[in-house]
């Protein structure tokens, strides 16, 4: 299907199995302060992590050395939400996202046929056209010499990596290639790259060199430093394939066509992490937990993420066969017809505890149907005795800026709800509550640290205002802008980084995120201001939720 775009940007926050990487909330690490009563001394004890920070590194490393650049990303990910400010995990993380990316545009063939399609000409023409993009729009002003370093780094991971080598450089010897690194290397040296043109004259030059010693296709060439320009401005800028874009606008939409299901690798198997409700999965007898053995006769063992999730895709209307399996049970065959999937932003609405009036949804993302979806679920609850309300955010990706806005002025009644600063005025925003079409239901607002970008404008909002308690855990922390720019001159598209938001205080939520009211573990062991439940069995932040609607309940 094809998507116009009216507006020059789409304003939204997306994270995904892909990327899913911010500026993540700094570590709270304990620090001890001891005066001595004899010198007035203070002394800081800052505690030391290289050793585990080492293990992590070794973790990561030897998933590199297999080539699971997913497991890498993802492990490299989490490190760097314990650790955010440690240089090597930080190179390690770019590195493995670079393999990452490269490896998925190489399974995908909208991006095949760009390299087919696209001549030398107008590849330099796009990648120009993405310079100025960057140029206009980046919420940093751009290095231009630091722009070609990164395409040059991109291209070299790429002479490295299966994929690209396997349609590139057949014929070429590892030490041709070497030859070819050190030339280019010296050859980029010498030129000045202190504009838009000339780092676009860079790429030029480079893809005529790699043509003329390796036979590398030019388009090729140019369309790696198109991807290392903006593939590493940043954790969530990118370049967007013709199909990736595609899924953008779907997500936004909150439509696409496939099986609806969400995958995760689990060892050599991949599992179901949900269905959604009413798609072909779920009419089909697919179920969160099952494993997927085979897709169309091909053993999932064998086969990445990204692999296996693009065998699953298909166009309307065609049947994928799945083996699929689930603990202590015997191997099941599906034949699952392909058909486009509505995907609800609201999940699992109903009265939890009809005694005290507790209604309970979870907000899935934050898309163009979240409003409506929301409006409906409340008022059907409403007629169901609603007293109270608690709102499930937790593992929310986020969504888009406007609908984040939208669903906080139905809670909160006057007041900022967020702001957005860029480097250019025009990303300048103050989005504002109005009176009209407010819920007062006392309100509860779980979180977790997947909770991200529109979800911590919402959360944050609430908490702000002082609208309702938030209980859980620390939200994500990403607190940056990313607007979604369709390229001319093909059916691609890239995400740029725009600007960063801030809560009414002015507080910046980029490493961060939002701190719970009432901050949840799941321990024995009690703690001021925190509330514990030893029954690791049950959803014990939801619990301490449902006990936190009724204290509020009874303070109206």
């Not at 998507?3 to 709270?28: D, K, P």
């Not at 005529?208 to 430093?225: C, F, N």
């Not at 406007?402 to 300048?428: K, L, M, N």
Request: aromatic share 6%.
């Amino acid at each position: 299907m094809r998507h116009r775009v009216s507006s020059l940007t789409l304003r939204l926050w997306l994270t995904t199995a892909a990327v899913l990487f911010a500026a993540t909330a700094f570590a709270q690490q304990p620090v001890s302060l001891s005066d001595a009563a004899t010198t007035q001394a203070t002394t800081i004890s800052i505690p030391n992590h290289t050793a585990e920070i080492d293990g992590l590194l070794q973790r990561g490393y030897k998933m590199e050395v297999e080539r699971r650049w997913s497991d890498a990303l993802t492990h490299y990910e989490e490190a760097m939400r314990a650790f955010p400010d440690d240089p090597g995990l930080q190179r390690r993380f770019e590195l493995t996202r670079l393999h990452y990316d490269l490896g998925r545009r190489y399974l995908d063939r909208s991006f095949l046929g760009s390299l087919v399609s696209l001549s030398p000409e107008k590849a330099l023409e796009l990648y120009n056209q993405v310079l100025l993009k960057i140029q206009s729009h980046h919420v940093d002003a751009p290095h231009w010499q630091s722009v070609v370093e990164c395409g040059t780094y991109d291209l070299e991971v790429a002479l490295s990596e299966p994929a690209f080598v396997r349609r590139n450089l057949r014929q070429q010897s590892p030490e041709a290639v070497e030859e070819f690194r050190n030339e280019l290397r010296q050859t980029l040296r010498k030129l000045a790259v202190h504009s838009r043109e000339d780092a676009r004259n860079a790429a030029a030059v480079a893809s005529r060199l790699a043509e003329q010693r390796l036979g590398i296709d030019p388009t090729a060439v140019v369309l790696e430093y198109l991807c290392g320009a903006t593939n590493t401005l940043d954790p969530y800028s990118a370049y967007l394939t013709p199909a990736q874009l595609s899924e953008v606008y779907s997500q936004i939409e909150g439509n696409f066509v496939g099986l609806g299901i969400e995958l995760k690798a689990d060892g050599e198997t991949l599992r179901i992490v949900r269905v959604i409700p009413k798609s072909p999965a779920d009419e089909g007898g697919m179920r969160a937990g099952d494993q997927i053995v085979s897709v169309d006769g091909q053993p999932t063992k064998d086969l990445s993420t990204d692999q296996a999730a693009n065998l699953l895709q298909g166009v309307e209307g065609s049947i994928v066969e799945l083996v699929v399996t689930a603990p202590s049970e015997l191997p099941r065959q599906l034949s699952i017809r392909r058909r486009r999937v509505e995907v609800p932003s609201i999940d699992n609405a109903r009265i939890i505890d009809r005694e005290n009036g507790v209604a309970y949804l979870q907000l899935v993302c934050f898309q163009k149907t979240t409003c409506r979806d929301l409006d409906t679920a409340l008022w059907d609850l409403h007629r169901q005795g609603m007293r109270r309300l608690i709102m499930d955010l937790r593992g929310n990706p986020g969504g888009l800026l406007v609908t984040a806005v939208e669903v906080s002025d139905r809670f909160v009644e006057r007041g900022i709800i967020v702001s957005t600063r860029g480097r250019s005025v025009q990303e300048d925003f103050t989005y504002s509550a109005h009176i009209a079409g407010t819920w007062r239901v006392p309100l509860v607002v779980l979180i977790d640290r997947d909770s991200a970008s529109a979800a911590e404008i919402f959360a944050g909002a609430i908490r702000d205002h002082r609208r309702g308690t938030i209980v859980g855990a620390r939200s994500y922390g990403k607190g940056s802008v990313q607007g979604i720019f369709p390229l001319g001159i093909s059916e691609a598209g890239i995400r740029l980084t725009t600007a960063k938001f801030y809560s009414l205080n002015g507080r910046a939520y980029s490493r961060v995120g939002v701190e719970p009211d009432v901050v949840v573990h799941q321990t024995a062991r009690p703690a001021d201001g925190r509330v514990v439940l030893k029954n690791d069995s049950e959803d014990v932040v939801l619990a301490a939720a449902i006990e936190t609607a009724r204290r509020l309940g009874q303070k109206r």
